[in-house]
Each structure stands twice: as C-alpha cells, then as structure tokens.
C-alpha cells in the first residue's frame, strides 16, 4: 500500500500530466475505449463513462507549457486558457483523443468550439449547450437530448451503446467520487492542517485524466490516512477562494495564499468535479432523467448558471458561514467575462454578511505572487486584528 | 480629425430620426401612457411579442452604442468599474450599469423608465445572461423571463432545438408577458405583424445587396448601421418600419440610376477605390473620425457580419405569419453570433465572393468576446479561401481609452497601401496574360 505522501506525489504528477499518458495507457489497453476531451467547468462524465470512454478534463496548459502557437490565435485582451488549449491541439498533446466537447459556460469555449470544428480535431467536436431553462419538461428534455447527442457521438466512433445496467453502473461510481471528495473537503473544515489546499488541488485534478475506479480508490486511501493525525494547527485565518472557475490559478498562487497564513476551507478550483450536490439516482430505470434531473435541482452556484431565484451570493455566503470561513478571496481569471461579471454581486452579499474579502486577477500563467503574498498576508493579520 | 461640419442627410434619415424621438417621448411618457416597459437585447429579441402586448422595448446595448456616440460613456463606464466591475469586461454592460445610476438618461435627454419586465433572450452572447443578472439585482423585484436560444452548433436548427424555445415562449415568457402587460396573447396581432416585419426584411435586404454592384450605392457598414437600426429594434413588425424601408429602397433605386457612390456625413464618395467586407462592431465612442479614415480613402465596406447581428435575412430567413412563434424561434437561433464559427467564416468567404471585395478587415473589439474569441483564425481562414489580403485593427465599443486614433490610422493606410499595390499586381497581370 502506498503512503499518504506517495499518493499525493503521484496525483501532483498526473495533474499536470499534459499528454495526458494514464488516459491514453487505459484506452490503448482495448480498442472499443474512446477518450473524450472536455473543458472547463462541468459535463455529465457519467455517460461517457458508460459509453466505454474516458472523459478527460483539459484544464489548460498553466505555467507547464510555452505557449508559441497558441498566442497568434487570440488577441492579447482574451483570457489565457483558449491559447494553451490551441498549443496543446497544434501539438501532440491531444493525438489518441477521440472527441471534444465544450461546455456552454462563455463565448471564449464556445468559439474555440468552431475552431475545433474548423481543424478537424478529433472524430467529433461538441459544443454542449446547458438549458439555462430549469422546468424538467422543457429545460430538462433539452438537456437529455444533448445527452443523446454526445452518446450518439461516442457510439459513431466505437459503437458501443450504453445500457441502463451500464448508466446506472457509472452514476453510481461517479456518486462515490463525489462523496469521497466532500468527505476530504469536510475533514478540511474540521482540521485544514491535515491536508494543503494545494495538496487537495493536486487529488482532484488527478481525478480528470484517469479512470473514476483509480481515482476513487485513492481517494478512499487518502480519507482512510486522513482520520489520522497529521501536521499542526496553526493560527491561520480560515478562507474560501471564490471565482477560478475555469481558467486554473497556477499553484504558485493557492501556495502564496496558504503561505500568507490563510487556510483554504472551500474553493472553487475543480467545480466541475464538485458541480452537482449530493447523489445522483443510479437505481432507476431512465438514467439520463436522473442525470438531467440533478442537473436542474442539484447543480452547485457557479457563473455559467443562471441563477435568478436562487442567487449565487447568498449561496456563496451560506457556504463560507457552513465552513467557519472568516473571509472571501476573489480570485478570477483575467478578462473572464462571466467570472468578473459575478464579483461586484458576491462582493455585496459578503459584505452584507459581513465577511471581509479581498480581491485578485490571475493569468493561469502568472509568475509573480509577491504581492498576492503580501496582499493576503496583510488581510489574514486584519481579520484576525477586528476578529 | 473630427469633423464639426454638419452630416449630410437623406430623407430616410429624417425619417428614422423621427420615429427614435418618438419611441423615446413615449418611453419617457411610459406611465401616463400606462404602457408598460421591456429591456430586452437586440440579437433574438422578440420585438412583434412585446408590441403585440402594447410593451414598449428598451435595449440597453442601444442606450450604451448611443452613450458612446455622446461622449458619455467614459463617465458611465468609470462609474460602474467604482462599483467593483473589472475593466476586463464587456464595456456595454458597464456602460449601461453607469447610465443607470446617473439617472438612466436616454440619448434624447429624456428618462428612461425603469423596467417592468426583463427579457432575457439569451441569444449568441454568453455576457447577456450575467448582463440581467446583474439588472435583475438592481431592480429588484422586476420579474425576469428568461429564453435561452440553443446555439448553432451543429451549422443546423433541429426541430427539438425549435419545440424547446416554443415551449418556453409559451410557458416562461408569454405568460409573464401576459401578466405584467394585463393583456392576453393574441395570435393573430402577432401574425399580422409578421406580415410587416417580412415587407420590411425583404427591403433590408435589397438595400444591403445593393453593395454587389460596382460601384456601391451604399456603404453597409458605417451607414449599414443605421439602416439596420429600426429592423433590429422597436420597430419590426410595424407599418413605419416597413415605410422606413420603401423610402430607403427608393433612395439607394435613385442614387444606382444616378451612378452615385455611398451617402457619407460629408456627401457622397466620389471615386469607390476599395471594396471591404468588415468582421466586427464598430467603435462608436470616435464613429464619425472611424468612418472618415475609410471615405477619404475611397473605402466603401460592401458587406458587414455586424450588420446581422438582429438577423441574417440574406440567407433567406423572414419572420413567417403562418407559424410566429416557430419563426421567432428560428429568427433568433439564426442571428450571426449565434452561428458556429464554420457557419460564419463561410458567410464572411461568400461575401468577400459575391461582393467583390478587394480585401477583408476585422475590427476587433477588446471587450466583446463573443465577437473577437476566434477572429484571427476567421482572419486565416479567408486569407487562403477567398485570397484577399485581409486587415486587422483594435479598438472598443464604448470606451474611448481603447480608441487609438493614432494607430488605427496607420494600420489602415498600410493596409490600403497594400491593397492598391495588390491592384497594381492583378492588373499587371492582366495585360500580360
Ligand atoms: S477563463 Fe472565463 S472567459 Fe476564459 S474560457 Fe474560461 S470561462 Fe471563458
Ligand atoms: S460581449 Fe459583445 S455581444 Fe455580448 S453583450 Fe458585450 S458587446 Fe454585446
């Protein structure tokens, strides 16, 4: 069996594997198995998991890759992300991948979808568009109906046609990550010292490029090490980092937070894998309902969620008061429309909670956290001056 | 730069100054009029559903395009961005968010009211979701209807895509529509309106391909816009509209038997050197000085994507009588921001075709995504299918910090340096062969 340290070494590594080789050895291993790329935030990983493939989160390429191609494709006021997506597609990080698919959360994915579409890259390219229409007969059948598309995607390339047996089977193994990650984040709640955020972060973006089985055993292993004694408290102040949404903050800058003296009690860093709350029904006879269903009812605030009637700041302060946080960091990727079109809003429900916060803007490729160092350090020791 | 002379203008000009003036009276006169107030967006927007309840619309990117033509929006833009708006984002938004707490004062000095209903048609722009809600928070209480539109992501509108915005219509908006207008549905108005809004659509369209001949009767980018203006907001669906059009249509008939060249704020263009298809809003924040680098180079823009932002009729669509509500639907999965970038770079290949363009020039905004993600490959794209030396400038919609007069000018005299010794080349060639 592994040591805690050995797992987290090998979840660092395939985080920030970008040729993506774990999801490439298991397709290799069978010739029915596809790969399915997707991008930030959210898809149903469930049907593709049903469908024989792997749905493989592509985060963008950070500070790992010099981007040389990818720039000449965006001008200089378009976030970061896209350009290392289009490095990675110029070169051969994405060879083997058999589909893509771009989820309905901003203009940047969406067009990227068509430059997809216009270099041919993969057997399909799917723009996935979530209903932003929350009625289970109308928003819903929509959504179910995108469902069948990707499916009738996935099944043109490997001809496999997935089952109840077999949906039921994935929802139910997607369930279990789901848990095991909550039960990480809320042993955090009651001891942070016992696991970094950064340490949090390299377990979940692990998760994006294996197989659900691999990344639940582990994580299994991790929450069984983590009923253990580990680390000392400290007397930090307790956050959460609101706003990543899409484009990834280096590690360098959830370092620098932690480093300030601020412990990370929620985040926002991986929200596709933490999208939907609770279990999704896996003993159904109609299981593309069920994942349509949670979907609607079950989807956690996020921007690219319409969210008149259950506002996303109030949900955001319901959240840091569960944690016992004593403030918010913004922290939103630059010219990310719908990320910073959210902050004025959140900024005014956390102050009328009264929960300090702080704000910065990020590149996924930001070398310098001096300041945020800084900046973070001086709004640990405020907090816990008027505490 | 600017000129102070005053612009030139056509009877249709008058014509439409009139109807804005108006529409704004009674926007202004909303309560005592007991009509009741929309905002909506201009790309999908449901104007023939909202008329038809007796609603006056509002768009706010209208209010924002003419905040910058008045030298307001750096005011408004500074405003917002004091209430925690980043300067990374859409700068409509924030210049509709400024305008609003200085008092939401339209372009006719007169006050907007505020809405008694927000209608979300969630149409091409992912910005417009968080634009309302935004709104929403600043006025609360004011119900919201939202529609999303499916994107064209397959270049196809299915039938299910078609069923679930009907369904929608029928069962999230028009029943608030219903409710806050005190009016119920009436099919047949809706219709009839159709009927209008397709005379209308079948003028636009003739004026817009005008610009196939050599020389162009009209420019359809600078004066594209306003051409589209009544047909993309309030008045589609209405007899003035289709009147609008029947002048214009007279006009452009007049100066093509008269030979004339595009009708610009200093008179007609006198000699057509260059023949452009343009990608991208334009700026308005310095719209008169933009549009003069082009005149006085001899430039006319024969065919504009920007000018199908409320609606491409040129590849044949109409607001259809005998089924309104599909062909409400279809109209705003139609619009150009909401076809996938094959569908679009295959529009932009085709008129550089069919119009005859010498060259293709993008304007590529800062703060509008859903325009500017994917341009540069756009930009390549035609580069090698239509073999037209293409161009590339930067600027914003609304706020002036991002219009460099300077460096625009200089791009675009390199480009038409480039484009004449391009015509220099074929014409060389020509003789030779
Ligand atoms: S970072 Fe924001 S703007 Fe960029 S691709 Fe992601 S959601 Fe879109
Ligand atoms: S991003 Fe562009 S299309 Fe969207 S609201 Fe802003 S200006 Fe309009």
């Not at chain 1, 009625?135 to 390339?157: M, P, R, W």
Request: aromatic residues 10%.
């Amino acid at each position: 069996m592994k040591s805690l340290e050995q797992l987290l070494a090998e979840c660092e590594e395939a985080a920030f594997d970008l040729q993506f080789k774990r999801a490439k050895r298991w397709k290799a291993e069978d010739e029915t198995r596809v790969i399915v790329g997707y991008l930030p935030t959210y898809i149903p990983r469930e049907i593709i998991h049903a469908a024989n493939g792997i749905a493989v989160g592509i985060m963008g390429t950070g500070d790992r890759k010099q981007i040389i191609k990818g720039d000449a494709y965006y001008q200089s006021y378009i976030c970061h992300l896209p350009r290392g997506i289009i490095e990675m597609a110029l070169d051969t990080n994405l060879e083997g991948f058999d589909g893509f698919l771009f989820p309905a959360i901003c203009d940047c994915v969406r067009n990227l979808s068509g430059m997809f579409k216009l270099s041919n890259k993969g057997k399909f390219q799917r723009y996935f568009d979530y209903p932003q229409n929350f009625s289970a007969h109308i928003g819903g059948k929509f959504y179910i109906q995108e469902l069948e598309k990707v499916l009738e995607d996935i099944f043109n390339v490997n001809g496999v046609r997935v089952t109840t047996e077999s949906l039921n089977h994935s929802i139910g193994l997607y369930n279990t990550n789901r848990q095991l990650i909550e039960a990480i984040y809320d042993i955090r709640e009651a001891s942070p010292w016992k696991l970094s955020a950064v340490e949090t972060y390299y377990l979940l973006r692990a998760g994006l490029g294996m197989p659900v089985e691999e990344h639940n055993e582990i994580l299994e292993q991790v929450v069984g090490y983590l009923q253990n004694e580990r680390g000392e408290p400290m007397d930090n102040t307790r956050v959460v980092v609101s706003g990543s949404f899409c484009e990834q903050p280096p590690i360098g800058l959830i370092k620098s937070i932690e480093l300030a003296g601020c412990y990370i009690v929620d985040d926002d860093f991986m929200l596709g894998s933490r999208f939907i709350i609770g279990d999704i029904d896996h003993h159904t006879d109609n299981p593309l309902s069920a994942l349509s269903e949670a979907y609607i009812h079950q989807s956690t605030f996020s921007s690219a969620y319409y969210d008149v009637g259950n506002p996303k700041g109030k949900r955001l302060v319901a959240l840091a008061q569960r944690r016992m946080a004593d403030g918010i960091i913004f922290c939103a990727a630059s010219f990310c429309d719908p990320a910073l079109l959210d902050r004025p809003e959140l900024q005014k429900e956390a102050d009328a909670a009264g929960l300090p916060h702080i704000n910065f803007q990020f590149h996924e490729n930001t070398g310098q956290f001096k300041i945020i160092k800084e900046q973070a350090g001086t709004f640990s020791d405020s907090i816990k001056l008027w505490a | 730069m600017s000129s102070h002379k005053e612009a030139i203008k056509e009877n249709s000009m008058i014509i439409q100054k009139e109807m804005l003036a108006k529409q704004f009276k009674d926007l202004s006169m909303a309560k005592e009029l007991g009509k009741k107030v929309v905002y909506t967006f201009v790309p999908g927007n449901l104007t023939e559903l909202i008329l038809s309840f007796d609603m006056l619309p509002v768009y706010p990117e209208i209010n924002a395009l003419q905040s910058g033509m008045r030298k307001k929006s750096a005011e408004y833009i500074r405003d917002a961005e004091k209430i925690g708006f980043s300067e990374d984002v859409c700068t409509y938004v924030k210049c509709d968010i400024g305008m609003m707490l200085n008092g939401n004062i339209g372009p006719t000095g007169e006050k907007i009211p505020p809405p008694d209903l927000l209608l979300l048609s969630y149409t091409g722009c992912f910005t417009f979701l968080k634009w309302f809600e935004n709104l929403e928070r600043l006025y609360p209480g004011v119900p919201v209807a939202m529609l999303h539109t499916p994107y064209q992501e397959d270049g196809v509108m299915t039938e299910d895509q078609i069923n679930y915005m009907v369904k929608q219509m029928k069962e999230e908006v028009i029943p608030k529509m219903e409710m806050v207008s005190g009016q119920k549905y009436d099919h047949a108005r809706l219709s009839k309106m159709m009927e209008n809004s397709a005379k209308a659509e079948d003028l636009l369209v003739k004026i817009l391909e005008s610009a196939k001949l050599v020389p162009s009767p009209i420019d359809a980018y600078f004066a594209g816009v306003y051409y589209i203006g009544p047909i993309f907001t309030a008045f589609r669906g209405t007899q003035e509209a289709v009147d609008y059009y029947t002048e214009l249509w007279n006009e452009v008939q007049q100066r093509i038997e008269l030979g004339l060249g595009p009708v610009t704020p200093e008179g007609e263009i006198k000699e057509e050197k260059f023949r452009l298809v343009v990608e991208g809003p334009p700026n308005w924040t310095n719209f008169r000085e933009f549009w003069k680098i082009f005149y006085d180079m001899g430039a006319v823009i024969v065919a504009s994507s920007y000018t199908k932002v409320g609606g491409v009729y040129d590849l044949g669509f109409r607001h259809d009588p005998k089924e309104p509500l599909e062909s409400l639907s279809k109209y705003c999965m139609g619009v150009y921001t909401n076809m996938n970038l094959p569908q679009r770079v295959e529009m932009l290949e085709n008129y550089v075709k069919e119009y005859k363009a010498d060259g293709f020039l993008i304007n590529s905004i800062k703060s509008c995504n859903s325009f500017s993600a994917g341009q540069l490959m756009i930009m390549r794209e035609i580069e090698q299918r239509a073999s037209v030396p293409v161009g590339f400038i930067e600027s914003d919609l609304v706020d002036p910090r991002y219009f460099s007069y300077s460096n625009i000018k200089n791009r675009l005299e390199s480009y038409f340096q480039m484009l004449e010794q391009r015509k220099i080349i074929l014409k060389q060639e020509a003789t030779t062969i």
